[in-house]
């Protein structure tokens, strides 16, 4: 089993809170551990919007708990009505992320001992704001997440099974099950790819400078998850309509296949320039350098889509989808290799990824 940041984090968070609800003498002080586990949070900008939200929920649920306690009682049924009026009042002031914590405050509230009320009332009130001001400091300062390392990496991994795959379906070499399996993991590979992104783009700077640097690295990562997106979407598409593909003219599939093998050793160099792995006065693949058999493949394509003896009514829409994945992966391809190389050229420090050895 890998232990991550986050299973670290919330470990030191439950300490953190516990130790300092003990030296506060804030009874019972599983309630500060448990409010801490509800606030971890995997980026300092979710952890500050967690905090906000989390006190709300707190003060909410204590609110009601010390109402409903004085004017009803501490009865079973008390609580589960306070429990459902809370959900009502969080749902409506769209704090959903905090009625577990509100509905936490609530049972610790209306649980203690009658005497003295207000007194334990407000003690765990305030163990539950020590779990979440201590989950939120250990978010600030222990173990910083790497999303930028860890986006890149996943871009790569994905765009590397990607192009595997599509350099056998491009041959008709794929076993057919295999591929669909894959292709429905790949799939949820990319949202997880989308999430890192998200994620990436909610770590905040200090300073302006390096606020535009990450915002000129963020269109830099936009833009390659679409080229990797596009490359699926040919994956797809060549797995969908195999059959209709494999009776294309040979000459017309072997186009296809130089085609898009220049592409992908094209969409393989760019990754390694942006990483540094290619030298900079080094010339990649120049997707312009076969623009004649661009055009001609084109040209072959609408051709294959003309023809009149054609048995499959569908097949010409097919066959224009695969070409216009064909030509979008191509231009995309070639926005990507624009914003590298000017990236490169005017912000060369700011384009540095460090990647694990």
Do not use: C
């Given at each position: 089993?890998?232990?991550?940041?986050?299973?670290?984090?919330?470990?030191?968070?439950i300490t953190?809170?516990?130790y300092?609800?003990?030296?506060?003498?804030?009874?019972?002080?599983?309630?500060?551990?448990?409010?801490?586990?509800?606030?971890?949070?995997?980026t300092?900008?979710?952890?500050?919007?967690?905090v906000?939200?989390?006190?709300?929920?707190?003060?909410i649920?204590?609110?009601?708990?010390?109402?409903?306690?004085?004017?009803?009682?501490?009865?079973?049924l008390?609580?589960?009505?306070?429990?459902?009026?809370?959900?009502?009042?969080m749902?409506?002031?769209?704090?959903?992320n905090?009625?577990?914590?509100?509905?936490?405050?609530?049972?610790?509230?209306?649980?203690?001992?009658?005497?003295?009320?207000?007194?334990?009332?407000?003690?765990?009130?305030?163990?539950?704001?020590?779990?979440?001001?201590?989950?939120?400091?250990?978010?600030?300062?222990?173990?910083?997440?790497?999303?930028?390392?860890r986006?890149?990496?996943s871009i790569?991994?994905?765009?590397?099974?990607?192009l595997?795959?599509?350099?056998?379906t491009?041959r008709f070499?794929?076993?057919?099950?295999?591929?669909?399996e894959?292709?429905?993991?790949?799939k949820?590979?990319?949202?997880?790819?989308?999430?890192?992104?998200?994620?990436?783009?909610?770590?905040?700077s200090?300073?302006?400078?390096?606020?535009?640097?990450?915002l000129?690295k963020?269109?830099?990562?936009?833009?390659?998850?679409?080229?990797t997106?596009?490359?699926?979407?040919?994956?797809?598409?060549?797995?969908?309509?195999?059959?209709i593909?494999?009776?294309?003219?040979?000459t017309?599939?072997?186009?296809?296949?130089?085609?898009?093998?220049?592409?992908?050793?094209?969409?393989?160099?760019?990754?390694?320039?942006?990483?540094?792995?290619?030298?900079?006065e080094?010339?990649?693949?120049?997707?312009h350098?076969?623009?004649?058999?661009?055009?001609?493949?084109?040209?072959?394509?609408?051709?294959e889509?003309?023809?009149?003896?054609?048995?499959?009514?569908?097949?010409?829409?097919?066959?224009?989808r695969?070409?216009?994945?064909?030509?979008?992966?191509e231009?995309?391809?070639?926005?990507?290799?624009k914003?590298?190389?000017?990236?490169?050229?005017?912000?060369?420090?700011?384009?540095?990824?460090?990647?694990?050895?």
């Amino acid at each position: 089993m890998k232990l991550g940041a986050r299973m670290l984090k919330t470990g030191i968070a439950i300490t953190l809170s516990l130790y300092i609800a003990q030296l506060l003498n804030l009874q019972p002080i599983l309630f500060a551990g448990i409010a801490a586990i509800f606030a971890i949070q995997p980026t300092i900008y979710r952890s500050y919007l967690s905090v906000v939200e989390q006190i709300q929920g707190n003060i909410i649920g204590a609110l009601l708990a010390i109402a409903f306690t004085l004017l009803f009682g501490n009865h079973l049924l008390i609580i589960g009505l306070a429990a459902i009026v809370a959900i009502g009042i969080m749902l409506k002031l769209k704090l959903e992320n905090s009625i577990r914590l509100a509905l936490v405050t609530i049972i610790a509230i209306m649980e203690a001992p009658v005497d003295e009320f207000l007194y334990y009332a407000s003690l765990r009130t305030f163990s539950i704001f020590i779990g979440i001001l201590s989950a939120f400091v250990v978010n600030l300062i222990f173990l910083p997440p790497k999303y930028e390392t860890r986006l890149f990496q996943s871009i790569s991994e994905v765009t590397e099974d990607i192009l595997k795959w599509l350099r056998l379906t491009t041959r008709f070499a794929s076993e057919d099950e295999l591929l669909k399996e894959d292709i429905e993991t790949i799939k949820k590979r990319l949202t997880k790819v989308n999430q890192l992104y998200s994620m990436y783009e909610e770590e905040r700077s200090y300073f302006k400078k390096t606020d535009y640097a990450k915002l000129r690295k963020l269109v830099l990562y936009r833009q390659m998850i679409q080229v990797t997106q596009k490359s699926y979407d040919i994956l797809k598409l060549q797995h969908k309509y195999e059959n209709i593909l494999l009776q294309l003219p040979e000459t017309l599939q072997v186009e296809t296949r130089e085609r898009l093998d220049l592409l992908m050793s094209y969409h393989d160099q760019l990754l390694l320039k942006f990483i540094g792995r290619v030298k900079p006065e080094a010339e990649l693949d120049d997707v312009h350098y076969g623009e004649s058999s661009r055009d001609q493949l084109r040209d072959a394509y609408l051709a294959e889509i003309r023809r009149d003896n054609i048995e499959d009514e569908f097949q010409p829409y097919h066959l224009m989808r695969v070409l216009t994945a064909i030509i979008e992966y191509e231009e995309q391809l070639e926005q990507l290799e624009k914003l590298i190389r000017t990236s490169q050229t005017f912000h060369e420090d700011e384009t540095q990824v460090t990647l694990p050895s």
